[in-house]
């Protein structure tokens, strides 16, 4: 990888954010592009295209989920799907979703950087 993999962050909670901002922050290979709290913002907001949305469950749901496929078909980003459980159903869900990944919150810390890692290949 040449290049760094440009990533933007959508979830609704601030503090995810700066989360995942602190533990991409310094990775190399991997930069932040943007931050929003949702599909509709960050369609918006976007300034620099992303190879990699980081997107909530639950900002692609409903409506949103309409957002969230017009923006990939005109950006052909990567999606990788992030929930606040680990139950299985939610890895379903982000399937549903046609998303390339699926990571539950609490092993962002285990698992992000290494997944991101295996879509910029």
Same mark, same amino acid.
């Given at each position: 990888?040449?290049?760094? $993999? =440009?990533?933007?962050?959508?979830? #609704?909670?601030?503090?995810?954010? /700066?989360?995942?901002? @602190? $533990?991409?922050? +310094?990775? /190399?290979?991997? =930069?932040?592009? +943007?931050? /929003?709290?949702? !599909? %509709?913002?960050?369609? &918006? &907001?976007?300034?620099? #295209? ?5 997107? @909530? ?5 409903? #409506?949103?989920?309409?957002? !969230? @496929? *017009? $923006? *990939?078909?005109?950006?052909?980003? =990567?999606?990788?799907?992030?929930? &606040?459980?680990?139950? #299985?159903?939610?890895?379903?869900? /982000?399937? *549903? $979703?046609?998303? @390339? ?12 950087? %290494?997944?991101? =890692?295996?879509?910029?290949?």
């Amino acid at each position: 990888m040449t290049d760094a $993999l =440009r990533v933007a962050i959508v979830d #609704p909670l601030p503090e995810i954010h /700066a989360a995942i901002a @602190d $533990l991409l922050c +310094g990775v /190399a290979g991997i =930069r932040i592009v +943007g931050h /929003a709290r949702s !599909l %509709r913002e960050y369609a &918006s &907001s976007a300034d620099e #295209p992303a190879d990699v949305l980081v997107v @909530d469950l639950r900002t692609c749901l409903g #409506p949103e989920r309409t957002v !969230l @496929d *017009r $923006l *990939r078909a005109q950006h052909g980003f =990567r999606v990788v799907v992030t929930t &606040s459980d680990t139950e #299985p159903h939610y890895g379903e869900a /982000a399937l *549903r $979703l046609q998303a @390339d990944a699926w990571v539950p919150k609490a092993r962002l810390a285990v698992d992000l950087v %290494r997944t991101l =890692r295996g879509l910029a290949v």
